[in-house]
């Protein structure tokens, strides 16, 4: 299946934070979609509205059952409901909320019930893979992984991440996760047509590691225990939506929520409305330097004067491609540092007019 029309993404692996900081005091932003954590998260910010747009429809499907699953449960059943937390009744909870859907979301589902009584959190590409992860990391570092994730400080953690995590064979591995034709052709990610080669790979999301073990606690950040786990608990850390004091103000606030079909280069052809908030998430990792620049310019369409933007960069760095988007670079650097999601480089800044 076209990776543009399958599940790629279902549960987090960003951090809800950093975008809601950068595009704090926007009224309308415009995300793209993905697992639907991102929209959802952005919930908690003061916007009027939250645009969620994804050219990929199975994504788009996967935040209106989201949004209907809120609608419908209290977040204990919620969570059950997703796969968060372990449940039997899935299939009857689904017949429950069905009728809220779209015919076309109701479609998309029925022909998958086996996905939602399974508990769609894990659906993903990305999460089967991760949690594949997991357990390697499980079988070779399974005493380190519990005393990593239950160190009290961040000085003691980074000493363990350095003595129990960075020898060759751990290195090898990842070297391996970064060559294109495991991306390509196991995973059957378009984006590895724009990584870099293997050791930049390898050397880059080390040095990632390393920095964020001397940040803040993996245990803290809901894309470490994932990554380390390969599953969240429902007492643990998770997306800034997910927590037990943010639910019922997401809750009351879904209104606000509005899900599109389409790409950023196509916002000048959608009826998006003037926008001064955008939370590109890691578009560039899937674009050459024509299309990073086609979907600038839809942004630059859609951008009402003085928006905020917040980018995600994973590996594939471009410059940006018009004069009239300017970085923050402080900010930048600051988010980078600090933002739980690990991997991610982020460019925030404003855009100052039309191309």
């Not at 809800?16 to 993905?34: D, N, P, Q, S, V």
């Not at 809220?100 to 589902?109: E, F």
């Not at 380190?144 to 064979?169: C, H, I, S, T, Y």
Request: charged letters at 25%; one cysteine or more.
């Amino acid at each position: 299946m076209d990776f543009f029309q399958n599940l790629n993404f279902s549960s987090s692996n960003e951090d809800g934070e950093t975008e809601l900081a950068a595009l704090a005091g926007a009224g309308r932003i415009l995300c793209l979609t993905g697992s639907g954590t991102r929209p959802l998260d952005l919930l908690m910010s003061d916007a009027e509205e939250i645009v969620a747009l994804d050219v990929n429809p199975a994504q788009n499907a996967l935040l209106a059952l989201k949004v209907a699953a809120i609608e419908s449960f209290e977040r204990d059943e919620f969570l059950a409901f997703l796969g968060v937390s372990p449940s039997a009744t899935r299939g009857t909870a689904y017949d429950r909320l069905r009728h809220c859907l779209s015919p076309a979301v109701r479609g998309y589902w029925d022909r998958r019930r086996a996905l939602v009584e399974a508990g769609v959190w894990y659906a993903g590409k990305w999460e089967k893979l991760l949690r594949w992860n997991a357990r390697f990391l499980r079988l070779f570092r399974g005493r380190a992984l519990d005393a990593l994730l239950a160190a009290p400080d961040v000085e003691e953690q980074a000493g363990l991440w350095g003595q129990k995590f960075g020898d060759n064979r751990l290195r090898a591995v990842i070297k391996l996760i970064g060559r294109d034709w495991i991306w390509r052709w196991v995973v059957r990610e378009p984006g590895g047509a724009f990584l870099p080669p293997p050791r930049d790979v390898a050397r880059r999301l080390a040095s990632d590691f390393m920095r964020a073990s001397r940040s803040f606690l993996f245990r803290d950040s809901d894309f470490a225990i994932l990554i380390f786990r390969g599953a969240h608990q429902a007492d643990g850390a998770l997306p800034v939506h997910l927590r037990p004091e943010n639910y019922q103000r997401i809750r009351e606030r879904l209104s606000r929520l509005r899900i599109v079909e389409g790409g950023l280069a196509d916002l000048g052809e959608l009826d998006v409305g003037a926008i001064d908030g955008f939370s590109l998430s890691d578009f560039g990792s899937y674009c050459g330097t024509d299309l990073y620049s086609s979907c600038w310019k839809g942004v630059l369409d859609a951008a009402a004067p003085g928006a905020k933007f917040c980018e995600r960069i994973f590996m594939n760095d471009m410059e940006l491609p018009f004069a009239e988007i300017e970085e923050d670079r402080s900010l930048s650097k600051a988010l980078s540092e600090t933002d739980k999601a690990i991997i991610y480089r982020i460019r925030v800044g404003t855009i100052t007019g039309k191309a």
